[in-house]
């Protein structure tokens, strides 16, 4: 049966769009951090970030429910729902980032951050990292490093590379030095290619990047240069926001900046089509004057009323903070059970986003994608759904809901230990 649906698939969406695992799995329903494939098999999992408060948790089930059973519009009349959303929302923000534009992705947030940033800067110059995602729009393709791309790379964009204090050979201060010498370098080559410098675009937990761990003042030294040039800080905080890493509702905060725009999306509606790009009254206003701005779909009251429910979940549920007493107990887990293992780098990441690099060699100087990929394809055997990242797809990429509890933890642990002992001895 899953052998004809993935024909079937391939006959009406192409043989280009993407699946995990070497066999595919045909998945029927899912709850909390469990899902059911066609066969009535269980996963645990631990990956995916869209079902924030677990998958079809009944309170934002029941607000979808409900609110599309009274009234479903655009913002273009009055609505209570996207107001209360809007206003709950801008609670969980430092006090100068008050306002709200609602979309319905993270593509779409990122890609209107980028328009804000480009007409309030009259500047077109753009800095990423060397190694990102952020959204799947031209504008985007034209600036992601870490997925094939063929528009290629941007005349107007320069990479920098995330510093990472688990991997460098140097210490902290001389990598820190290095790495904003080379943002600096990039700032003048912008400007002396005559784009200037509109915005600096990265995800705080750097989790394409392979989570790295950058060293303290990175991202502030970075931030001080692209506003000194002229330009904006835009956090993506699709894969950081939310309570994920446990100690700060965004990820930006753990990393001691305020940007100017933050661009939201997945996790947001629990899996319904919800974004967002929170910035500051004059930025709003100013792109306001020159632009009408209109997204039919987002900021609907079904949506606002999904949004506002995900709030309350994490609020009522004390997910961030059980984000951060369970990211804390598998972080020391993992690292006692990684430790007998030579060919296996630190545990990294934050709350309930982490993982560990792979290596070829006892010196740990030849990631191993393969290894990595035969821990993931084992795990799925053991009932455990992860993935893998980072340039050289050598470091597993775990990131449950945020519903994950200490049995759940416990389970992850010990089918780690197992994967791992069988498959490095």
Same mark, same amino acid.
């Given at each position: 049966? #899953?052998?004809?649906?993935?024909?079937?698939?391939?006959?009406?969406?192409?043989?280009?769009?993407?699946?995990?695992?070497?066999?595919?799995?045909?998945?029927?329903?899912?709850?909390?951090? /469990?899902?059911?494939?066609?066969?009535? !098999?269980?996963?645990?999992?631990?990956?995916?970030?869209?079902?924030?408060?677990?998958?079809?948790?009944?309170?934002?089930?029941?607000?979808?429910?409900?609110?599309?059973?009274?009234?479903?519009?655009?913002?273009?009349?009055?609505?209570?729902?996207?107001?209360?959303?809007?206003?709950?929302?801008?609670?969980?923000?430092?006090?100068?980032?008050?306002?709200?534009?609602? #979309?319905?992705?993270?593509?779409?947030?990122?890609?209107?951050?980028?328009?804000?940033?480009?007409?309030?800067?009259?500047?077109?110059?753009?800095?990423?990292?060397?190694?990102?995602?952020?959204?799947?729009?031209?504008?985007?393709?034209?600036?992601?490093?870490?997925?094939?791309?063929?528009?290629?790379? *941007?005349?107007?964009?320069?990479? $920098?590379? $995330?510093?990472?204090?688990?991997?460098?050979?140097?210490?902290?201060?001389?990598?820190?030095?290095?790495?904003?010498?080379?943002?600096?370098?990039?700032?003048?080559?912008?400007?002396?290619?005559?784009?200037?410098?509109?915005?600096?675009?990265?995800?705080?937990?750097?989790?394409?990047?392979?989570?790295?761990? #950058?060293?303290?003042?990175?991202?502030?030294?970075?931030?001080?240069?692209?506003?000194?040039?002229?330009?904006?800080?835009?956090?993506?905080?699709?894969?950081?926001?939310? *309570?994920?890493?446990?100690?700060?509702? /965004?990820?930006?905060?753990?990393?001691?900046?305020?940007?100017?725009?933050?661009?939201?999306? !997945?996790?947001?509606?629990?899996?319904?089509?919800?974004? *967002?790009?929170?910035?500051?009254?004059?930025?709003?206003?100013?792109?306001?004057?020159?632009?009408?701005?209109?997204?039919?779909?987002?900021?609907?009251?079904?949506?606002?009323?999904?949004?506002?429910?995900?709030?309350?979940?994490?609020?009522?549920?004390?997910?961030?903070?059980?984000?951060?007493?369970?990211?804390?107990?598998?972080?020391?887990?993992? #690292?006692?059970?990684?430790?007998?293992?030579?060919?296996?780098?630190?545990?990294?990441?934050?709350?309930?986003?982490?993982?560990? +690099?792979?290596?070829?060699?006892?010196?740990?100087?030849?990631?191993?994608?393969?290894?990595?990929?035969? $821990?993931?394809?084992?795990?799925?055997?053991?009932?455990?759904?992860?993935? !893998?990242?980072?340039?050289?797809?050598?470091?597993? !990429?775990?990131?449950?809901?945020?519903?994950?509890?200490?049995?759940?933890?416990?389970?992850?642990?010990?089918?780690? +230990?197992?994967?791992?002992?069988?498959?490095?001895?």
């Amino acid at each position: 049966m #899953t052998h004809d649906l993935l024909q079937r698939r391939i006959a009406t969406l192409g043989p280009h769009s993407p699946l995990f695992y070497n066999e595919p799995i045909e998945l029927v329903s899912a709850e909390g951090v /469990w899902m059911t494939d066609v066969a009535g !098999k269980r996963y645990l999992d631990t990956y995916n970030n869209v079902p924030h408060v677990g998958h079809c948790h009944p309170r934002v089930i029941e607000a979808m429910r409900a609110q599309a059973s009274t009234l479903n519009i655009h913002t273009r009349y009055l609505n209570d729902r996207v107001v209360d959303y809007a206003e709950a929302l801008l609670e969980n923000f430092e006090p100068s980032l008050d306002r709200v534009f609602f #979309t319905n992705s993270g593509s779409e947030s990122n890609e209107l951050a980028f328009r804000v940033a480009t007409q309030h800067t009259g500047n077109t110059g753009v800095l990423v990292s060397d190694f990102s995602y952020h959204g799947n729009t031209a504008y985007l393709a034209g600036l992601t490093t870490g997925l094939t791309a063929h528009e290629g790379l *941007g005349e107007h964009v320069r990479t $920098i590379h $995330i510093p990472d204090t688990l991997s460098s050979a140097l210490g902290d201060e001389e990598l820190l030095a290095t790495s904003l010498a080379e943002v600096d370098a990039a700032i003048s080559s912008l400007v002396a290619a005559g784009h200037g410098v509109a915005a600096v675009l990265v995800d705080s937990l750097f989790s394409t990047e392979g989570l790295c761990h #950058t060293p303290d003042g990175y991202l502030a030294g970075v931030a001080e240069r692209v506003r000194a040039a002229g330009g904006l800080v835009i956090a993506d905080e699709v894969q950081s926001g939310f *309570g994920r890493t446990g100690s700060h509702f /965004w990820g930006y905060q753990r990393l001691g900046i305020v940007p100017d725009l933050v661009t939201l999306g !997945k996790p947001m509606g629990n899996g319904h089509p919800l974004g *967002g790009v929170v910035t500051t009254e004059a930025l709003l206003d100013e792109f306001g004057r020159r632009n009408m701005y209109f997204n039919t779909f987002a900021g609907t009251p079904v949506s606002a009323a999904v949004g506002l429910a995900v709030l309350d979940v994490m609020r009522d549920e004390d997910l961030m903070n059980r984000s951060a007493q369970l990211g804390a107990l598998i972080n020391q887990r993992l #690292t006692e059970i990684t430790s007998h293992y030579d060919r296996i780098g630190p545990v990294r990441g934050a709350g309930l986003f982490f993982g560990f +690099e792979l290596y070829s060699d006892a010196g740990q100087s030849q990631p191993d994608a393969a290894l990595t990929r035969a $821990i993931v394809e084992d795990m799925r055997e053991r009932g455990v759904l992860m993935s !893998k990242i980072g340039p050289n797809d050598s470091v597993l !990429k775990i990131r449950p809901p945020l519903a994950f509890q200490s049995e759940h933890a416990e389970l992850l642990l010990r089918e780690m +230990e197992g994967s791992l002992a069988g498959l490095l001895g």
